[in-house]
């Protein structure tokens, strides 16, 4: 019986974590699908596509103003109701945005669904946390993470291509059905967890000084923000280092991120530490491909040194086939198989450092973090590409991505450790000396 107890506890709790899966999946679409919609939506709502286009700028933005005052105000609330909420506020203001024939109206939608969205980002990681023994903690954050890259990945292209064929007013329909059977399935399938009561709820300024995590938030940032710099103008910089259309390059970076996501949840529970910092500098390489190869297209320049671009060329020309093109993919490729998992392995480092009971309130506030990171990045990027050309930008984040780097190999006791927080402290038995019993008269009868 104590077998079968034990192979129980170490199974994961596939239906509820697919749930959970499903409904990232879902915040994913709601956020981004408007972006490849734009042209229909203007011309049904009357208005121009750069007007349309600030009906993802409205959910961004209320998603991240939202995500750590309405979740601090739900923290005393069991979690599942909570959650069906906010699936429901989806149903609801996705069939609004199907509907709807008024900007305004859309817009006023958009910024309410943002709200659902902060509180869904806050919540899913804890929640995921909640439901395993803390040695599965990393695997089932990894299989809800993995939500989001299947909706980048293959959600948004089918979106856009179900809108080719029967309008975009039938994708937003879709997904509030979507949403709708998604609670019916959290219902069934996904357990309840209470709130936290008032006595037990930790201040949110004694969550942000907890050790390790604002190490984890600042590595946080200092990762989007490198990252997005140059993600966000990645088609310039493959038309400048001749790495062919945006799209093929986006392509290779998506099938990495499918690859990398994989293989971080085979491992997050065993090897996070050195995981992440494997990523991270597989990032850092990446960068510094991808500006070598710039520098070798565009030939030496007054920016990159004139050794890095020697070194370039003969890289580029030398031993990787496809020259400078072969490069920008093969750094996409490993771009996208090193950020793949990065997100999640910083969610379970916080998770670790803060406590399941306080992830809710940590992860809104790395939510706000995330995407204060994307904005700062898209911007520093932006000028970085106007004032010195598309082939400095991996330049200026491989120094960003270096910093987090080495943050996490520096914070090795608290935001980082070696071992899961259940192991820390502890001095391993075969580490302790064997000492030999003392007998004495009063203990031999025992024996």
């Known amino acids: 019986m104590s077998d079968e107890i034990a192979a129980s506890s170490r199974r994961l709790p596939w239906p509820a974590l697919l749930a959970l899966f499903a409904a990232a999946f879902t915040a994913v ?27 993802v700028t409205a959910y961004a933005v209320a998603s991240f103003v939202s995500a750590v005052p309405v979740t601090a105000l739900l923290r005393g609330y069991n979690r599942r109701p909570v959650l069906v909420g906010t699936l429901a506020g989806f149903a609801l203001l996705n069939g609004v945005t199907a509907l709807s024939s008024s900007y305004p109206l859309t817009f006023a939608a958009r910024i309410l669904a943002g709200v659902m969205g902060g509180v869904l980002w806050a919540m899913l990681v804890g929640y995921a946390a909640r439901m395993v023994p803390e040695e599965r903690r990393g695997r089932a954050i990894a299989i ?67 050790p390790g995590v604002r190490t984890v938030l600042g590595v946080t ?69 991808l500006g070598t190869a710039a520098g070798a297209s565009a030939g030496s320049s007054g920016w990159v040194s004139g050794w890095v671009s020697g070194w370039a060329s003969g890289l580029v020309t030398g031993w990787v086939p496809g020259g400078a093109g072969g490069v920008v993919l093969a750094a996409a490729g490993l771009w996208g198989a090193a950020f793949g998992g990065v997100p999640t392995l910083l969610q379970t480092a916080l998770v670790n450092a803060a406590g399941t009971a306080n992830a809710d309130v940590a992860t809104s506030l790395q939510t706000t973090v995330y995407n204060a990171g994307i904005a700062a990045g898209s911007l520093a990027g932006g000028m970085v590409l106007e004032g010195a050309g598309a082939g400095a930008l991996p330049w200026t984040a491989f120094p960003v991505v270096a910093a987090a780097l080495a943050i996490v190999v520096a914070a090795h006791r608290r935001a980082f450790p070696g071992r899961p927080a259940s192991v820390r402290g502890r001095v391993w038995p075969a580490a302790r000396p064997v000492r030999a019993p003392r007998t004495t008269n009063a203990t031999e009868g025992c024996r």
């Open 29 to 55: 679409m709601t956020e981004l699908l408007p972006a490849g919609l734009l042209p229909g939506i203007a011309g049904a709502l009357g208005v121009t596509e750069g007007r349309a286009g600030f009906l």
């Open 144 to 210: 809800v993470s993995a939500g989001i890259t299947v909706a980048l990945c293959a959600g948004i292209p089918a979106g856009a291509a179900l809108a080719a064929v029967a309008g975009w007013r039938a994708a937003f329909g879709c997904l509030a059905v979507a949403a709708l059977v998604l609670i019916a399935w959290v219902l069934w399938r996904v357990p309840d967890f209470p709130g936290e009561s008032a006595a037990e709820r930790v201040p949110l300024r004694r969550v942000v000084v907890m």
């Open 221 to 289: 940032l200092l990762t989007l923000l490198g990252h997005q710099a140059v993600y966000t103008y990645l088609a310039p910089l493959a038309q400048a280092s001749g790495g062919g259309p945006a799209g093929v390059v986006l392509l290779v970076f998506g099938a990495g991120t499918v690859a990398g996501i994989w293989l971080v949840g085979a491992v997050i529970d065993r090897y996070a530490r050195l995981t992440l910092i494997t990523a991270l500098a597989a990032v850092a390489t990446a960068m510094t491909l």
